[in-house]
């Protein structure tokens, strides 16, 4: 057995990341299921290392994809302005426990494409993630990682968690304070402005696919009209 290091198991608030002071997560359904398999498709191969504790082959991760249980778990997810998928989260629950004192438990599992890696993604989908999990009465969060994934510990530590070597592997451990209304009224108004900001990318989306579509057909009566002037 390793050396174990061990922090403090008292709820302490994730620290906000100094370049983001609010992000728009969203939660995903069924119906993202292409899209988050093109986001983790996407990552190179040491980030799906990192991610699922070995190189995973393209196989691999279209079953993982496959498995996720949308009626039980939660998935979330960052989208850019081209509403690509370039961070996003899985909340998965374990069983309910057959001991009656044993705490209800999620585990949390995050990536992140590497060209916007630095901008506190990760940390808020943390964030974002314990604020789910509180308001379902979920009272410890878990989380598996690789030693070396220190950006993941590091968030893990940050927010007050119980961190656990054993060689190459670790584990962290987050006691949740109960829900209340302000996490609650958090996680409505959240969704909302997410919801909000998603519909915004996908109407400006919409909107220059369609300027490109006039701009094109302009162009093509544009030739048409020289072709027949000459």
């Known amino acids: 057995m390793g050396t174990r290091t061990t922090s403090s ?30 986001h983790i498709l996407s990552l190179s191969e040491s980030d799906r290392y990192l991610r699922f504790g070995y190189p995973a082959t393209d196989e691999q991760v279209q079953r993982y994809v496959e498995s996720i249980d949308f009626e039980r778990d939660e998935v979330f997810g960052v989208f850019n ?3 690509e998928l370039i961070a996003m989260a899985h909340l998965a629950y374990l069983p309910v426990p057959t001991q009656a004192d044993a705490p209800a438990t999620a585990e949390f599992g995050v990536s992140v494409i590497g060209r916007t ?21 979920c009272e410890r969060l878990f989380i598996h990682a690789l030693s070396e994934n220190a950006a993941m510990l590091k968030i893990a530590r940050n927010a007050g968690a119980t961190v656990e070597r054993d060689g190459p592997e670790a584990e962290a451990w987050l006691k949740l304070p109960p829900d209340s209304i302000s996490s609650q009224v958090g996680e409505l108004v959240g969704h909302q402005v997410a919801e ?23 162009t093509h009566m544009s030739e048409t009209d020289r072709s027949a002037s000459e």
């Open 81 to 83: 302005r081209k509403l």
């Open 117 to 137: 890696r630095g901008r506190g993604y990760g940390a808020r989908l943390f964030e974002h993630a314990v604020l789910h999990a509180r308001n379902r009465g």
């Open 196 to 218: 909000f900001d998603y519909q915004l990318k996908l109407h400006a989306q919409r909107l220059s696919t369609w300027l490109k579509s006039v701009s094109e057909v302009k």
């Open 9 to 38: 198991l008292q709820p302490t608030p994730a620290p906000v990341p100094d370049r983001l002071s609010w992000i728009p997560i969203r939660s995903l359904s069924e119906r993202h299921r292409a899209r988050i398999a093109s």
